[in-house]
Each structure stands twice: as structure tokens, then as C-alpha cells.
């Protein structure tokens, strides 16, 4: 099998921890007092300017990044679905604009929490594009689960953050931990 997982907000608490140091930023580097966005990977305001959001990355985000802590049981379940023999991908939009460098940081942070994988994918705005050959696809992104539901065969696991917690969709499967995730693999497999 081959498994597709998202990074941020899926392995790890990215928006949650960045969130103190956007507020932190934003108050007393920039002086404002603006409402920060937490439904973004990296938390900002609307009202950052490009600079702003620039330095924002370059010296907090990409600085701080392998700080970021992973979700329970993480690498647990991704060791075991990886020694169960399933191909591994990460797949994320991190580096997407090509000056923020966020994307050099990941595969230190997957050895570092002791995460196994087969190959990285970054960069990548429309994922679904990158799955045509792939069993499962786990993001906490609605909206990239719906567009890998239809644009491809990939079983969807959406990864449950505060943005799904209402969302409903029969077409896919939503959990909020690994060890559940680990299990659905194991019993769709078993169906095969």
C-alpha cells in the first residue's frame, strides 16, 4: 500500500505553536495589535505586510520549526505502517513560494522525531495531482481532502483539527489520533 500523509497540523502542532510566536511577533516587533489567523500553517495577520511575513518566516518559522511539537503516537503508528510493508510519502505545500525556504527544514524534522518515510514531496499546491498510484491520502485540510475525493481513488483520512470539527462527509474517514488511522489501514487492508 502507499500512503500519502500531509505535515503540518497532521504530524505536528504547527499552527498551535507558531501561534504565540506570531502573536509575540506581531506585538512587539511590529507594534500592533492585530488578530492573528490560526487556521493558517504558519498563524499571521491580514495586515503583515509581504515584508512583514517575510521575516515572519525567515527568522521565527524556519528558525524554530524542528521545535515543533509532534502529535501523540506519530511515530508509533507511521513506524508500524511502514514496517507492515506500505510505501510512505509526506506531501506539503511548505516551500510553495520560493523564497521561504521552509521546505529545507523537513527532513531534519522527520529524523529527528524518528519518523520513516520513502520519499518527500514539497511544494506541491494541488496534492491530488501527486496520487494517482496511492491507497490513502491523511491531511487536517478540508479542502485538500475533498480534492483528492474528486480527483482521485485514494481512500481520504482527514485528520481532525478545530477547522473539521463539524465537517461531515461519508466519503472519507475522520479521526483526531493515530492509533485510530493506524487501525482503519489495518482493517480497509484486510478488506482487499
Same mark, same amino acid.
Given at each position: 500500500?502507499?500512503?500519502?500523509?500531509?505535515?503540518?497540523?497532521?504530524?505536528?502542532?504547527?499552527?498551535?505553536?507558531?501561534?504565540?510566536?506570531?502573536?509575540?511577533?506581531?506585538?512587539?516587533?511590529?507594534?500592533?495589535?492585530?488578530?492573528?489567523?490560526?487556521?493558517?500553517?504558519?498563524?499571521?495577520?491580514?495586515?503583515?505586510?509581504?515584508?512583514?511575513?517575510?521575516?515572519?518566516?525567515?527568522?521565527?518559522?524556519?528558525?524554530?520549526?524542528?521545535?515543533?511539537?509532534?502529535?501523540?503516537?506519530?511515530?508509533?503508528?507511521?513506524?508500524?505502517?511502514?514496517?507492515?510493508?506500505?510505501?510512505?510519502?509526506?506531501?506539503?505545500?511548505?516551500?510553495?513560494?520560493? &523564497?521561504?525556504?521552509? %521546505? *529545507?527544514?523537513?527532513?531534519?524534522?522527520?529524523? /529527528? #522525531?524518528?519518523?520513516? $518515510?520513502?520519499? !518527500?514531496?514539497?511544494?506541491?499546491?494541488?496534492?491530488?495531482?501527486?496520487?494517482?498510484?496511492?491507497?490513502?491520502?491523511?491531511?487536517?485540510?478540508?479542502?485538500?481532502?475533498?480534492?483528492?475525493?474528486?480527483?482521485?481513488?485514494?481512500?481520504?483520512?482527514?485528520?481532525?483539527?478545530?477547522?473539521?470539527? &463539524?465537517?461531515?462527509? %461519508? *466519503?472519507?474517514?475522520?479521526?483526531?489520533?493515530? /492509533? #485510530?488511522?493506524?487501525? $482503519?489501514?489495518? !482493517?480497509?487492508?484486510?478488506?482487499?
Amino acid at each position: 500500500m502507499k500512503i500519502a500523509i500531509d505535515i503540518d497540523n497532521t504530524i505536528c502542532e504547527t499552527s498551535l505553536f507558531f501561534g504565540k510566536f506570531a502573536e509575540k511577533y506581531d506585538r512587539e516587533v511590529l507594534h500592533k495589535n492585530s488578530i492573528i489567523d490560526y487556521t493558517k500553517i504558519m498563524p499571521r495577520s491580514k495586515e503583515w505586510t509581504s515584508e512583514e511575513l517575510k521575516y515572519f518566516v525567515d527568522n521565527i518559522f524556519n528558525k524554530k520549526s524542528l521545535e515543533i511539537p509532534i502529535k501523540k503516537d506519530v511515530s508509533k503508528y507511521i513506524k508500524k505502517l511502514k514496517q507492515d510493508g506500505n510505501h510512505i510519502m509526506f506531501i506539503t505545500n511548505r516551500g510553495i513560494k520560493d &523564497d521561504d525556504h521552509s %521546505d *529545507l527544514i523537513i527532513e531534519d524534522y522527520l529524523q /529527528k #522525531n524518528n519518523i520513516p $518515510y520513502d520519499e !518527500i514531496i514539497t511544494k506541491s499546491n494541488d496534492k491530488y495531482k501527486y496520487l494517482e498510484n496511492y491507497d490513502y491520502f491523511i491531511d487536517d485540510s478540508i479542502f485538500n481532502c475533498e480534492q483528492v475525493l474528486n480527483n482521485t481513488r485514494c481512500k481520504v483520512i482527514l485528520f481532525e483539527t478545530e477547522n473539521a470539527i &463539524d465537517y461531515k462527509n %461519508d *466519503l472519507l474517514y475522520k479521526t483526531d489520533n493515530w /492509533k #485510530n488511522i493506524y487501525e $482503519y489501514i489495518l !482493517i480497509e487492508k484486510q478488506k482487499v
